[in-house]
């Protein structure tokens, strides 16, 4: 099996990212059963710069350092730490060391949306707030179906524009 080991110049971007990430879940609105945010960006860089396995360690760390840092309603919960590192991990298998291609957005977004955000996280919140699982899902469905189609053109603009000054280059 390969070692995978970072530089410290990789692991200071990894840092980097951590905190952009952190920064970038922290601004959302919406109940918690229909939060809308842009920690999806900071997920999905962090699968593009470092893959499946470095991005979803960065994703499990970043969600435990908000924890730390700000807490979060109802306390902590594993739960939602999983489903960041599985949302990294999956964005890392699509993006990592691969051209930028529409078709990667948009089975990469459709992915995280089924797993990660209808199926987990609806689980999580019945756990957590004791919700009915059939109508949190009935009431999260309606907000994925639309919020996906957002999060592809912003993780497009974002990684176009990331191409184009060639940072990929520079870690």
């Known amino acids: 099996m390969k ?18 990430n952190i920064i970038l879940q922290k601004i959302s609105f919406g109940p918690a059963y229909l939060k809308v945010g842009l920690g999806f960006i900071g997920l999905s860089l962090l699968g593009l710069y470092f893959g499946p396995i470095w991005g ?12 730390a840092l700000f807490g979060v309603e ?3 919960f594993p739960g939602f730490t999983l489903s960041a590192m599985l949302a990294a991990g999956i964005y890392g298998c699509f993006f990592y060391k691969k051209p930028l291609k529409i078709w990667r957005i948009v089975v990469a977004t459709i992915l995280v949306t089924i797993i990660v ?3 987990l996280n609806t689980y999580w919140l019945h756990l957590l707030y004791g919700l009915n699982l059939k109508a949190a899902f009935t009431q999260r469905i309606i907000k ?11 993780i497009y603009l974002v990684f176009d524009a990331l191409q184009r000054v060639k940072i990929v280059n520079k870690f």
């Open 144 to 154: 994925e179906a639309i919020v996906p189609w957002i999060q592809m053109i912003i």
């Open 74 to 76: 109802g306390g902590f």
């Open 56 to 67: 979803s360690i960065g994703a499990g760390i970043s969600d435990l350092a908000m924890s």
């Open 117 to 119: 955000n209808i199926c």
């Open 3 to 20: 070692k995978t080991k970072l530089s410290l110049k990789r692991l200071v971007f990894l840092a980097i990212l951590v905190a952009i």
